[in-house]
């Protein structure tokens, strides 16, 4: 039996990566798709979150066509898949003006109760020091800006 949400997933997933590959030469200036190895291209980013979910949505997708899921200890649910990509998007949509590390904390802590990581100290630690560290190897050292909203 084909898991309809995982399905819904694959191919959201396959086509918001597909799209965001065809949009890269029109709507980033002087990009184009021969940026992909460039971290100085304003394309290097889109191009590789592109890549990333498409090649995330055909590995669902494969598995859903296959018929089996990898099981965690406390079995599967289906509405799993949709809240991941529910915590995704809210996360893609409010960075502009929430602020990128103020989402990815969020996204962290969110992601890990959606697979049922109940202990929230360790939780909250590690999405802050993840956060931390992305922001000063990117921020800092690398010179790549991220979108700073209301609470940075």
Known sequence: ??????????????????????????????????????????????IWASIVVMFSALIILFQVLRGYLVLGEAGFA????????GIFIAFVALAPWVGTFTCMVLMMVGTSLAFDYRRPLPTIVLALVATAAIYGSFEMALKILFPHGALC
Do not use: N
Not at 11 to 31: D, F, K, N, R
Not at 78 to 85: D, G, M, T
């Open 1 to 46: 039996m084909i898991d309809r949400s995982q399905l819904a997933v694959g191919i959201i997933g396959a086509t918001i990566g597909a799209a965001g590959l065809a949009l890269v030469p029109v709507q980033v200036p002087s990009a184009s798709l021969a940026a992909w190895s460039d971290m100085r291209s304003p394309a290097f980013f889109p």
């Open 78 to 85: 289906p509405a799993r898949p949709a809240l991941v990509a």
